[in-house]
């Protein structure tokens, strides 16, 4: 009995011990998935928006223009490093999230100059 006493104490205590590695994974779940979704689609549409808009009368809105796809085009690019992290099971670096966050900000701040003049006849 003593026997099997220690026997059990030792494999109960090694199992403890010597847990399985947990691998993290960023995956998510539906809620994650579809919100990213929504974020690669809504930066899309305004990357084709601000393509659209005219520039022919204003260097101003045209030098904005530029600016804002620049900035767009930065955040496009942490975003598929984000993605082909998770993709590839790796955790996803700060540095794209940054890039993600500081492109979606000069974009913004570039449209944010563009003013209109209202001409009263």
Do not use: E
């Not at 995956?27 to 601000?50: E, F």
């Amino acid at each position: 009995m003593a026997r099997f006493f220690i026997t059990l104490l030792s494999a109960a205590l090694m199992a403890y011990l010597l847990p399985p590695p947990l691998h993290s994974r960023q995956i998510g779940d539906i809620a994650c998935n579809v919100a990213r979704l929504k974020t690669v689609s809504s930066l899309a549409a305004t990357k084709s928006a601000v393509n659209k808009i005219d520039t022919s009368n204003s260097t101003d809105a045209a030098t904005a223009v530029t600016d804002a796809q620049t900035g767009l085009d930065s955040a496009s690019a942490g975003i598929k490093t984000i993605a082909t992290s998770l993709l590839t099971g790796q955790t996803a670096p700060a540095d794209a999230r940054d890039q993600v966050k500081n492109g979606l900000l000069a974009a913004q701040t570039a449209l944010n100059g563009i003013t209109t003049q209202v001409v009263s006849l």
